[in-house]
């Protein structure tokens, strides 16, 4: 199992950015997986989370982010639109698969005017 994390980056207050997580060894329509952040002192936070039965995300970002995930190639999305300064933090992608729990290596995204 593993996954790939990319599209981080430096952005503007307001704007907008799409995350992703590339995954392999198993199919990210059979499993659980989430996004979480973290910012350095920090536990990590859950913001959005993906399974069979739908979608949830956590009350700070609900209206302003959604995930989603395409199957045809095995990836799963974060998209972040009205981004704000407390939104920077490194961003993970995560998987419960077969009893076990998978980590990216992370994507740093950093909203500063």
């Known amino acids: 199992v593993e996954l790939v994390e990319s599209g981080g980056g430096l952005v503007q207050p307001g704007g907008s950015l799409r995350l992703s997580c590339a995954a392999s060894?198993?199919?990210?329509?059979?499993?659980?997986l989430s996004w979480y952040r973290q910012t350095p002192g920090k536990e990590r936070e859950l913001v959005a989370r993906?399974?069979?039965?739908?979608?949830t995300t956590n009350n700070d970002t609900s209206g302003r982010f959604s995930i989603s995930r395409d199957i045809a190639t095995n990836t799963v999305y974060l998209q972040m639109n009205s981004l704000k300064p407390e939104d920077t933090a490194k961003y993970y992608c995560?998987?419960?698969?077969?009893?076990?729990?998978?980590w990216g290596q992370g994507t740093q995204v950093t909203v500063s005017s």
């Open positions: 993906i399974t069979r039965a739908g979608t």
């Open positions: 060894g198993f199919t990210v329509s059979r499993a659980a």
């Open positions: 995560n998987v419960d698969y077969q009893w076990l729990t998978y």
